[in-house]
């Protein structure tokens, strides 16, 4: 069922990317062009221009790898550690060191990264952000008043009293500060809470955990916390 | 701002990757491997190419994988050169035929990108690379929002933030940045952030970057390590080789001691454990052990280390000349990068066959650069040392002519009577710099410069070597200034 709820999030905040056209190395996208284009949300049948997005022509970005992934995440969960395998492996520095592009020269011979991320580099990075925010999420619910990111939510029996609660919105507010170093967008507030409400049709027990979680998870793995 | 993008990066303007028999194998024929004139008779006729600026064409300007195998620039050039004539041809026909040839075909468009060979050639791109092209991008006139970066100016807030992850890494936090944000002067904000990465864990430290960058340089195996954190068969301690490399990088240190120290270094730590700098050793410190006499130091290709894992039980080190060569200079000669053949060599003193046409394209080269290291011992007699007696003691069998092989050899193309000396030409050599540079920009921008950026790229090597007199530390400095760490 966790994984069900993990696809909602994943989908619900892929969708709140703009919209744009992948490039070349899978890395961030690139719209624009002179111009206007036309914003595919229609206002009562009314085609809505909006000035287009002027994107870089380098297009030049670079993956965070472990010891970076790392510390941002730890930074921004205010975490002393991030992530270990079976209790007491580290993510990053052992486990996957090598598929985050990490080197290990003494005894593998490994003394450059790969060149390319692998197929695993993904899994690996959502292992991490997973471990990590619920950590995260655990500490601040036992804690709801000091916590470091989920700060006195509306709690009713496991699930949010009310979605639309400013507590909500400022809990957002600090995962995007503290993860992305920016404000969110309206949009992307509303498509948390629409996360929240998808997550509680679905019946689960601890809807506002698992919100919490999820809404953690899909900021540290999006492209613009990997990347940079 | 008109900038020039590569569809794929090329860095084809490094003496270093010079194919000189490469090139001259295009234009003759496959039994004729070493003939370095083409590289520079190519430079006599277009010297303003960016190709030209800091050294020679590589070998793929015209040619496609392996020598001979021509790309089709090299396919067009070749046909243009007094075709009637039987191959090979002799070496002043075919410089008199070269620039009237590379003339004939500038209007052409060999690679069919959509772009001349003259463009092409002038704009430092490959005319034989279809994915290698002269894009012009204007940035000036094009419209459009982008609230989070300034994509057609360096952008002060994204340098700070990348000087951030790259130096230190680690992002901003939050408050950082609302501190950023509020500065008078974002740029001096970015460079005083450098300045505090510089000293920090992430970047000097045990496993850091710097740490990092010298792992091929000195290919570790823990197996075979003495010392802390040694191995099962202890030969030689390489974190005296890691420390020496991270001293010439960092602070006022000059980055030619990785090849003309004749001292060692240590890290000073804090009361928490933490690297806070390198210094050279005093007696009084603790290194591996190291049993080069000074006056026969030559940074890190004399180390213990280096001598075990490189020289071994070979009479002609040639493997410590390659390494060195690949590792200071930029060159890897297996691959014919910096080839400069010696007249008259290689000798073969060891009875190893490379005379022969195809081993003496690269060993012309090779040979005389491992001269020098004949008299440091590997693994043989007095491990680690410097023994003038090393060949006569240990290798009499390895050839009717080894006890006639020389000290004097040459690297670069320029004589030299011992491994010193050796250093100190490489050291002081455009290679040397622009090497240096080369793996900061790899390590900070994450690919080869482009086009567009070899401007910038040979100005940081040559300021390098001048007015920051080999700090490497000042020139990152300059790096994050450039346009293409910069601009978003």
């Known amino acids: ?228 | 701002m008109v900038r020039t993008r590569q569809a794929r990066s090329a860095v084809t303007n490094m003496k270093w990757t010079l194919g000189p028999a490469a090139l001259a194998a295009v234009l003759l024929t496959s039994e004729a491997w070493a003939l370095p004139v083409a590289p520079g008779a190519f430079c006599d006729a277009y010297p303003d190419a960016p190709t030209c600026l800091a050294g020679l064409p590589a070998c793929t300007f015209c040619h496609a994988g392996t020598p001979p195998t021509r790309n089709r620039f090299g396919e067009a050039l070749e046909a243009k050169i007094l075709p009637a004539m039987t191959r090979p041809l002799d070496v002043n026909d075919f410089l008199g035929a070269l620039p009237t040839a590379l003339e004939e075909i500038e209007d052409d468009d060999s690679d069919g990108d959509g772009y001349s060979n003259l463009d092409e050639i002038l704009s430092g791109t490959h005319p034989g690379d279809d994915l290698s092209r002269p894009d012009e991008i204007e940035c000036a006139g094009k419209t459009g929002i982008n609230d989070q970066f300034d994509v057609c100016n360096w952008d002060a807030r994204y340098a700070f933030k990348k000087v951030s992850l790259d130096f230190c890494g680690r992002s901003p936090t939050w408050e950082e940045m609302q501190a950023f944000d509020a500065e008078a002067d974002p740029r001096a904000a970015v460079h005083a952030k450098l300045t505090a990465c510089l000293d920090s864990p992430f970047w000097i430290g045990q496993d850091g970057q710097l740490w990092e960058l010298a792992h091929k340089k000195i290919r570790p195996i823990q197996a075979i390590k003495a010392g802390e954190d040694g191995g099962i068969i202890p030969l030689a301690d390489y974190y005296d080789d890691y420390r020496l490399f991270v001293y010439a990088q960092t602070d006022d240190h000059d980055a030619r001691d990785v090849l003309t120290a004749d001292f060692f270094a240590v890290a000073r730590t804090d009361s928490d454990g933490n690297t806070t700098h390198y210094a050279r050793a005093t007696g009084a410190d603790r290194t591996g052990r190291q049993d080069i006499v000074t006056e026969r130091r030559a940074g890190m290709m004399t180390t213990r280390w280096n001598l075990v894992l490189n020289v071994m039980f070979t009479a002609l080190p040639r493997t410590a000349a390659a390494q060195a060569y690949r590792s200071f200079l930029g060159m890897d000669i297996a691959k014919l990068q910096g080839l400069d053949p010696v007249e008259g060599e290689p000798v073969d003193y060891d009875d190893k066959g490379v005379q022969a046409d195809a081993c003496s394209v690269c060993h012309s080269t090779l040979d005389p650069a491992s001269y020098p290291f004949k008299n440091y011992q590997g693994l043989t007699g007095s491990v680690g040392t410097y023994d003038p007696n090393r060949i006569e003691d240990d290798f009499r069998n390895e050839g009717v002519n080894i006890t006639a092989m020389p000290e004097q050899g040459y690297v670069l193309g320029q004589p030299v009577s011992n491994l010193t000396e050796w250093a100190n030409v490489a050291a002081n050599s455009d290679a040397f710099a622009a090497a240096s540079v080369l793996e900061y920009w790899r390590l900070l921008l994450g690919h080869d410069p482009l086009a567009s950026e070899q401007e910038e790229f040979n100005a940081l090597w040559n300021t390098l070597k001048g007015r920051h007199s080999y700090q490497i530390e000042k020139m990152l400095h300059d790096l994050i200034d450039t346009e293409a760490y910069g601009v978003p």
């Open chain 1, 1 to 228: 069922m966790f994984r069900k709820t993990l696809l909602i999030a994943t989908c619900t905040l892929l969708f709140a990317c703009p919209s744009s056209e992948p490039s070349e190395d899978g890395g961030p996208t690139r719209d624009g062009g002179p111009g206007s284009i036309e914003d595919p949300n229609r206002d009562g049948g009314t085609t809505v221009t909006t000035p287009s997005f002027l994107a870089s022509e380098k297009g030049s970005v670079r993956f965070k790898k472990a010891k970076r992934i790392e510390a941002d995440f730890a930074t921004a969960l205010g975490l002393s550690e991030v992530c270990t395998e079976l209790g007491q492996y580290s993510c990053s520095d052992f486990i996957h060191r090598i598929t985050l592009g990490g080197v290990e020269a003494y005894v593998q011979g490994l003394n450059e990264p790969l060149p390319f991320t692998s197929v695993t580099t993904p899994l690996a990075v959502e292992r991490m952000a997973l471990f990590a925010c619920r950590e995260r999420v655990s500490a601040d619910f036992g804690n709801p008043s000091s916590g470091r990111i989920f700060l006195n939510l509306p709690l009713a029996n496991g699930a949010l009293a009310d979605v639309e609660a400013e507590e909500v919105a400022a809990s957002i507010q600090r995962l995007y500060q503290r993860a992305l170093l920016r404000v969110p967008t309206p949009d992307e507030v509303e498509h948390h809470r629409q996360l929240y409400r998808d997550i509680e049709a679905d019946g689960q027990p601890n809807a506002a955990r698992d919100w919490a979680v999820l809404s953690c998870h899909a900021v540290l793995t999006s492209m613009e916390s990997l990347f940079y």
